[in-house]
């Protein structure tokens, strides 16, 4: 019963959704490569839900397409879409038992013979003998197998994910994305997963998009983002960052120049997204290396000096606070690998980073230094 | 125990844990007892009363006083000379049930799904007529439909009445009375169970390739299924027992078996027939509701 899939990427085009005088998505365009798992990021109420409930055709489009190949499905009725969700809260059937739910989608269609694809499906989602039973018997983790199951049985073109893992546990979060990664693999249909976990996107997914306030900030590999972030908010949404604020003064032999609270520093061309006027300086905490004064700082590598005035210990890493001179707080991961000596409480210290690691990205003069996570809430039109 | 000592100080000793326990089980008990006294009282004794009634001899009268035969004949004999009241009475019934289903349905739904901040104001609606009093709002509708009304009249004259026709004192005006005085027995519960369908089980529905009608068939129906039974038995087990309707919008053309009984016990003062025809009326309920009910399987109803 295979159905041929006929080619087709997933193109949005200057897709856009108001609610009244709210634009929850702004003139969005992205492609999504056939087969490929792609995640919309973003902090809740961003817009990421919305644009996946335009592309499964619960949410009608204000203006833009939605194209499929070389169809443009955005008003299309949702039943009539090769699209298939998997609910944020599973919306399994309660009235249905396990099997009955998976079937579901191949009996609207009309297919008789569903018993070998339902056993199959419910296999490979690892709950075998489990047809009998209702959603209520079953745990979350199992719950959300179902879900996926009776969406991926459909074969669609297209599979959105809609914060599917978000209502289990730690543990069996980190066990389902390996095991969503591994479905994927093995079906080679285009995920698409919205989520707010960045750990969960980073893991899973080949292609990241960054969505604030109902535009994508940046899109690209996760190492790629996360590695050299296009605005501060990426800087801070994907992982964390410590951004100093400062004065471009020019490109020269490679490099560009930088004054930041009064010491100059250098990033080198190639990571720099400008190269003159007010840019953040960025340097991820985990690329600080913290030593004791600053002549044990290597050649060729940039530092600043500050007070150590926090110190958390959290097995893999030890996590420090430096406040500088100017009063920001910057923080520094060093490994617990066994070879760095821990610094002390109160102590001077400095931090000291190869400029190859840092990042300049263009600011907003009235920006200052950003050093702290964004956390997931409701961002508005920060940026 | 003597690790926990110091936190038990201040509290009294817990009482003996069989003396608790024997507590416990008598509590449901007691509970009960107000209640099912209440029911031995006012439903149970009058209701032996009434069996024993049904086989008094039907020669006897009030004046006269019954003596017990043990008459089972009486039950044959009603039968047979009420049987079209009782055909009638089932037929209007369920007749009333189709067009209330059919009003009753998608108010419910709309209520319960679409209404939004509107939801309070609506079931207000819905159950203000039941203020005022059934026989008031009966009577309003004789004034409606009658003869003379602005009904009748303009119906006449876009010629969908012959000149003469009328509804007043029609088996239409009947059943409509019945429609409309029990509708809302019915549309509570459904909104009730409606109210409880959560719409991301439709978008899942119309997500997995369900047409509007398919998503309805397959997942609203079957989740307002204990709306739906409860509803209907709360509509049609009082609409086939009623007499009001028929007495005041209808002629004893219209008579179903609850002006029968109504006249025997309060008109003819025949209390043997009365009675019997009224365990007839039971017996013929609960069977219609049983068979109904295995019909539907809803286990969660009863």
């Known amino acids: 019963m295979a159905r041929e899939t006929p080619a087709g990427d997933l193109r949005l085009a200057d897709l856009t959704k108001r609610f009244g005088v709210f634009t929850a998505v702004d003139d969005l365009s992205l492609t999504v490569e056939q087969g490929s798992f792609f995640a919309l990021l973003g902090a809740s109420g961003c817009g990421k839900t919305t644009t996946l409930r335009m592309i499964a055709g619960l949410e009608e489009p204000t203006s833009g397409q939605v194209l499929l190949g070389d169809r443009d499905i955005a008003r299309l009725r949702p039943y009539k879409r090769p699209v298939n969700t998997v609910f944020q809260s599973y919306a399994l059937f309660p009235h249905l038992n396990i099997f009955e739910n998976v079937a579901f989608g191949l009996r609207r269609r009309g297919i008789r013979s569903v018993d070998d694809e339902v056993t199959r499906m419910l296999s490979l989602v690892q709950l075998d003998g489990y047809g009998n039973r209702r959603p209520a018997q079953l745990s979350g983790g199992q719950q959300q197998r179902v879900a996926l199951a009776r969406a991926l049985i459909n074969r669609p073109q297209v599979l959105l994910l809609d914060e599917p893992l978000g209502a289990l546990d730690l543990k069996l979060r980190r066990q389902m994305q390996i095991e969503l990664k591994r479905i994927q693999t093995e079906v080679g249909i285009t995920f698409v997963h919205v989520t707010h976990d960045q750990e969960e996107a980073m893991t899973m997914a080949d292609t990241v998009a960054v969505m604030n306030a109902g535009r994508i900030e940046q899109l690209g590999a996760p190492a790629d983002i996360y590695e050299f972030p296009a605005t501060a908010f990426v800087a801070n949404f994907l992982g964390q960052s410590n951004l100093l604020a400062g004065e471009a003064t020019g490109a020269s032999g490679g490099d560009v120049a930088v004054t930041a609270h009064g010491t100059r520093f250098s990033v080198p061309a190639g990571r720099s997204r400008a190269d003159h006027g007010p840019v953040h300086l960025g340097v991820r905490p985990e690329k600080l290396i913290l030593v004791g004064s600053a002549d044990q700082v290597p050649a060729g590598h940039q530092h600043v000096t500050g007070v150590v005035t926090d110190a958390s210990y959290v097995g893999v890493s030890t996590q420090y606070l430096l406040r500088t001179g100017w009063g920001t707080e910057l923080s520094v991961f060093a490994a617990n690998s066994g070879t760095s000596t821990p610094v002390a409480v109160g102590g001077e210290a400095v931090a000291y980073w190869d400029p190859r690691h840092a990042f300049l990205l263009p600011r907003d003069a009235a920006d200052s230094d950003r050093t702290s996570p964004v956390l997931d809430e409701p961002v508005g039109a920060s940026s | ?302």
């Open chain 2, 1 to 302: 125990m003597t690790l926990l000592a110091p936190t038990r100080a201040g509290h009294p000793p817990p009482a003996p844990p069989a003396a608790r326990s024997g507590r416990r089980r008598l509590l449901p008990y007691l509970l009960l007892l107000p209640g099912a006294a209440w029911l031995l009282i006012f439903f149970g004794v009058p209701l032996v009363q009434l069996a024993a009634a049904s086989l008094y001899d039907p020669s006897g009268s009030l004046s006269t006083g019954y003596a017990m035969t043990w008459a089972v004949s009486n039950y044959p004999d009603v039968l047979q000379a009420y049987w079209p009241q009782f055909l009638r009475s089932f037929g209007y019934a369920g007749l009333a049930l189709v067009l209330a289903l059919l009003l009753g349905y998608p108010l419910a739904y709309a209520i319960a799904q679409k209404a939004g901040r509107w939801k309070n104001l609506l079931l207000v609606c819905v159950v203000a007529p039941m203020f005022t009093s059934f026989l008031v709002r009966t009577l309003a509708w004789k004034t409606i439909l009658s003869d003379n009304g602005a009904l009748v009249g303009l119906l006449r004259d876009v010629h969908l009445l012959a000149p003469d026709g009328r509804l007043l004192a029609t088996p239409f005006a009947v059943v409509l009375g019945l429609t409309y005085n029990f509708l809302p027995f019915l549309v509570l519960p459904l909104y009730a169970s409606l109210e409880r369908l959560d719409p991301r089980l439709l978008e899942a529905a119309t997500d997995l390739y369900a047409s509007p009608v398919q998503a309805f068939r397959r997942v609203t129906l079957p989740l307002s299924m204990p709306g739906l039974v409860a509803g209907t038995l709360l509509f049609f087990i009082p609409a086939s027992g009623d007499y009001i309707n028929a007495e005041l919008l209808g002629t004893p053309n219209e008579y179903m078996i609850g002006n029968v009984i109504d006249s025997a016990f309060l008109v003819r003062l025949d209390y043997p027939q009365g009675a019997a025809l009224s365990f007839l009326l039971m017996a013929a309920i609960l069977a219609v509701v049983f068979g109904y009910l295995r019909r539907a399987g809803t286990e969660e109803v009863l």
